[in-house]
């Protein structure tokens, strides 16, 4: 038995898409509120790294230059070295 798998579009039109499809699913019940919990969770997770990259492009072209970030155990390190 072959396994027929659908990809999402990897843009915003993509992700409204998939969102609807989910909305449709969920009206006619073909899908649960906790999948439709977890696709929209995921989809707010997907627009806040989008906008994130935005803002820090511009940062970026507003001349600032970000330093490395070090995620530890205690926290996010910020400098050149991570906390100890």
Do not use: W, Y
């Not at 019940?29 to 806040?48: C, E, F, M, P, T």
């Not at 990259?53 to 995620?71: D, N, Q």
């Amino acid at each position: 038995m072959t396994e027929i798998t659908k990809t999402t579009e990897r843009t915003s039109a993509g992700l409204c898409e998939a969102l609807f499809e989910e909305f449709d699913l969920l009206r006619n019940g073909l899908s649960d509120a906790h999948r439709a919990s977890a696709v929209a969770k995921l989809a707010v997770q997907i627009i806040n790294t989008k906008k994130l990259e935005i803002e820090a492009a511009a940062f970026h072209k507003a001349g600032l230059r970000f330093h490395t970030l070090a995620l530890t155990a205690k926290g996010i390190a910020i400098g050149n070295e991570p906390n100890a």
